[in-house]
């Protein structure tokens, strides 16, 4: 099994709808969770943290769910900007290291 | 300093010639990491550096790949003796530790081999 699992999509979606990734994570120990954001050829850019209690940025919401082992990003009102691939990544307590998943490749639809 | 500096941007090699790709991190991060991106991928851990410390490498990073940062501040990435299997986005990253968050990338360097 993986470390970190993705559903690849890719995922066409209407503009202005909700669209909803998660990513689960194999190792219990797993301490700190991200999601990160990639443009075609570019580098990925960190779009947010993902803490216990979840979080919200706009119209972004991060869950964490430990007791299922994934976490989870929504986007709500989507825009046509936020067509991208998004990566979740995971560290370990202890270790410096970012595991990635492969990655969800979003499409939004005018 | 606006972000993380990595140079060449494009490396288009023949097989079996080294090449070397140069990263300069934020300033004031402390660690420092490489990751490999392959079409349709996530990144993939290569090496990590706490200022000039090189305290963990993956198994991925083969004996032909060495990284150095010499003064903790600037690192380089060799692959000597370069393969097709080599071709991909090689990946920079910094930061402060996980408490501050997570890692800034730089823009990376594509290598391709010929």
């Known amino acids: 099994r993986k470390e970190v699992e993705q559903d690849p999509g890719p995922f066409n979606v209407p503009e202005g709808a909700t669209v909803a990734f998660n990513c689960t994570y194999s190792?219990?120990?797993?301490?700190?969770f991200f999601w990160y954001r990639q443009d075609c050829r570019k580098e990925p850019k960190l779009l947010m943290s993902?803490?216990?209690s979840g979080n919200e940025d706009g119209r972004f919401t991060a869950q964490l769910n430990r007791a299922s082992q994934y976490i989870s990003l929504l986007i709500r009102d989507s825009k046509l900007s936020d067509s991208a691939t998004y990566l979740c990544?995971?560290?370990?307590?202890?270790?410096?290291?970012?595991?990635f998943g492969t990655g969800t490749r979003l499409t939004i639809i005018p | 300093d606006t972000g993380v500096s990595q140079d060449p941007r494009h490396k288009i090699t023949k097989r079996g010639q080294n090449v070397t790709f140069r990263c300069d991190p934020i300033?004031?991060?402390?660690?420092l990491y490489w990751y490999r991106q392959t079409l349709g991928q996530g990144p993939e851990f290569l090496t990590y550096f706490q200022n000039e410390a090189q305290l963990e490498k993956s198994r991925l990073l083969s004996d032909r790949f060495s990284a150095e940062r010499p003064k903790g501040s600037f690192s380089t990435l060799e692959i000597q003796r370069t393969e097709q299997g080599d071709s991909a986005m090689y990946l920079c990253?910094?930061?402060?530790?996980f408490g501050s968050g997570g890692y800034t990338f730089g823009s990376g360097t594509r290598l391709t081999v010929v």
């Open positions: 993902v803490y216990s």
């Open positions: 190792n219990s120990a797993s301490q700190s």
């Open positions: 990544a995971v560290n370990l307590f202890g270790n410096e290291k970012l595991t």
């Open positions: 300033s004031e991060h402390n660690r």
């Open positions: 990253a910094s930061s402060l530790g």
